[in-house]
């Protein structure tokens, strides 16, 4: 089945600095590729995605690149802010499943 | 907050009791899926279901029970025999499994506490 790793588990960032997370797939069928935030106690909320057919998807200061060789693809966050503050998940899909990551606690610091 | 609602949002239960929660969707979508999170963990599959009167196991099935009698409600019951049920319970709705690339609505979860 799919792995998918993601990296950093926890990652501080300065208020206005650019944050990255990273996240690799085993799976060459996957292809779809969301990104979900979490705040404390709350559900995951689709922030962007990427379908494999797609390198790369900007929505205002988030963008998301996807290199299908390499198999990763990684969250961009720029002129981050404290309401940016969260836990994000990646996950990879073939279509049946979604396959998650393990987090990355992201704080920004004021 | 609608579309795919979660009860209870907390739920306490003693050993060796079995607990069913609630999921029930309004999105009209085909396909349901349960999700069990712990803390530094990701979100593992539990069960998910593509179309009434069928589900498939998914990476944590032992101990859990679910079914799929309506297209709205996918109920997940945690059994006595789940050895470490204690955890925060994510139930998610997308329009069909069939169609990739649409991605998943989250209800907003139970935190189920066995003691």
């Known amino acids: 089945g799919e792995n998918v790793e993601q990296h950093p588990s926890t990652l501080s960032v300065q208020e206005g600095d650019s944050a990255v997370i990273k996240c690799t797939y085993s799976?060459?069928?996957?292809?779809?590729f969301p990104w979900y935030k979490q705040e404390l106690g709350k559900r995951p909320q689709l922030i962007i995605d990427i379908r494999s057919n797609v390198g790369e998807k900007k929505d205002q200061r988030i963008a998301v690149t996807l290199n299908k060789t390499a198999k990763h693809f990684s969250l961009h966050i720029t002129e981050t802010q404290p309401e940016d503050s969260a836990v994000y998940f990646c996950a990879a899909s073939t279509g049946n499943q979604f396959y998650f990551g393990t987090g990355t606690s992201l704080t920004v610091i004021p | 907050d609608g579309g795919i609602t979660q009860s209870p949002k907390y739920l306490f239960r003693k050993e060796g009791q079995n607990v069913t929660l609630s999921c029930e969707q309004n999105?009209?979508?085909?396909?349901m899926y349960w999700y069990r999170q712990d803390p530094g963990q990701g979100l593992r599959l539990i069960y998910y279901s593509q179309i009434v009167n069928d589900f498939q196991k998914g990476d944590i099935a032992e101990g859990y029970s679910v079914s799929r009698e309506k297209k709205e409600s996918f109920p997940l019951t945690v059994t006595s025999a789940q050895k470490n049920p204690t955890a925060f319970y994510l139930c998610a709705s997308s329009i069909s499994v069939d169609r990739v690339g649409y991605e998943q609505y989250f209800g907003p979860g139970t935190r189920l506490t066995v003691t």
């Open positions: 999105l009209n979508h085909d396909a």
């Open positions: 799976d060459s069928a996957s292809n779809y």
